[in-house]
């Protein structure tokens, strides 16, 4: 079993910058990929970013040129760095890791006000 636990997330204006942190812990030998997924209420969990074991990312188009994810393997954290943020960008995220299977974090609310 691997558990994750998401930080960092909170309220900020329209413009400014908030930086998640997902700590994984347990069975964490032969994760692969981590990443991030967003969601909101009434509609599905939509990918925002993710990054593999050797480092390589991707992004949802609506967040490209302003969120970097990046990866620390030595503590087993991903993080995601969330710059120019916009009220649309509010939501809950999560954080997943992927190993025998998916696991996800219990999320982080994270809220742009206009």
């Known amino acids: 079993q691997v558990q994750l636990v998401e930080s960092g997330g909170g309220l900020v204006q329209a413009g400014g910058s908030l930086r998640l942190s997902c700590a994984a812990s347990g069975a964490t030998f032969s994760i692969s990929d981590m990443g991030w997924y967003r969601q909101t209420p009434g509609k599905q969990r939509e990918l925002v970013a993710v990054i593999t074991l050797g480092g390589s990312a991707i992004y949802a188009d609506s967040v490209k040129g302003r969120f970097t994810i990046s990866r620390d393997n030595a503590k087993n954290t991903v993080y995601l760095q969330m710059n120019s943020l916009k009220p649309e960008d509010t939501a809950v995220y999560y954080c997943?890791?992927?190993?025998?299977?998916?696991?996800w974090g219990r999320g982080t609310q994270v809220t742009v006000s206009s």
């Open positions: 997943h890791a992927d190993r025998d299977r998916r696991y």
